[in-house]
T-cell receptor, first 112, second 111 residues
Framework: SAVISQKPSRDICQRGTSLTIQCQVD?????MFWYRQQPGQSLTLIAT?????????ESGFVIDKFPISRPNLTFSTLTVSNMSPEDSSIYLC?????????FGPGTRLTVL | GQNIDQPTEMTATEGAIVQINCTYQ??????LFWYQQHAGEAPTFLSY????GLEEKGRFSSFLSRSKGYSYLLLKELQMKDSASYLC????????????FGAGTRLFVKA
């Protein structure tokens, strides 16, 4: 199994600023992902965080807006850049261990 | 591409059995997950099916038919705490084995 922690758990930010979310896994994992979940909706995949190389983004998400780092097999960051109120959401880090995909507790972001 | 369909809402009575269906269309398949999510919390892993058949785990069972693109989650002896959203998710076998989620089924358990 894998236990995932995220920091911060929540934040309130001003329009135009950026926030970096950290994700730490307690064991080495092959795959790490970042998802977004808007109120009352399901999870939308933002990107796959690749260790040592650029992330793979899903349609509708770009690196300039959501830069991602993954320097090793247990850690990743997601930055939400130049934020607007539409970016208010819960951001979830996820990792695959064996056949199971686990989720962190999420970061609740509110942009004013 | 991938498309996942599941009912939006279901209501059931405490102590009863409920079946939540999920149909999917995918260009590649490497397993199907079911997650439980209570409001304001992260999804919790329930089951993973990669082969056809039924997997039983306590009060929860999950079934998969790959040829039909169909799965269901069966919840027995329903409890009030089972009121939550249940998410069906499919993992592909290309492009980094990413997992795509359905919209979720909100289950209401009433006394």
């Amino acid at each position: 199994s894998a236990v995932i922690s995220q920091k911060p758990s929540r934040d309130i930010c001003q329009r135009g600023t950026s926030l970096t979310i950290q994700c730490q896994v307690d064991s080495q994992v092959t795959m790490m992902f970042w998802y977004r979940q808007q109120p009352g909706q399901s999870l939308t995949l933002i990107a796959t965080a690749n260790q040592g190389s650029e992330a793979t983004y899903e349609s509708g998400f770009v690196i300039d807006k959501f830069p991602i780092s993954r320097p090793n097999l247990t850690f990743s960051t997601l930055t939400v850049s130049n934020m607007s109120p539409e970016d208010s959401s819960i951001y979830l880090c996820s990792a695959t261990s064996g056949d199971t995909q686990y989720f962190g507790p999420g970061t609740r972001l509110t942009v004013l | 591409g991938q498309n996942i369909d599941q009912p939006t809402e279901m209501t059931a009575t405490e102590g009863a059995i409920v079946q939540i269906n999920c149909t999917y269309q995918t260009s590649g398949f490497n397993g199907l997950f079911w997650y439980q999510q209570h409001a304001g919390e992260a999804p919790t892993f329930l089951s993973y099916n990669v082969l056809d058949g039924l997997e039983e785990k306590g009060r929860f069972s999950s079934f998969l038919s790959r040829s039909k693109g169909y799965s269901y989650l069966l919840l027995k002896e329903l409890q009030m705490k089972d009121s939550a959203s249940y998410l069906c998710a499919v993992r592909g076998n290309t492009g980094g084995f990413k997992t795509i989620f359905g919209a979720g089924t909100r289950l209401f358990v009433k006394a």
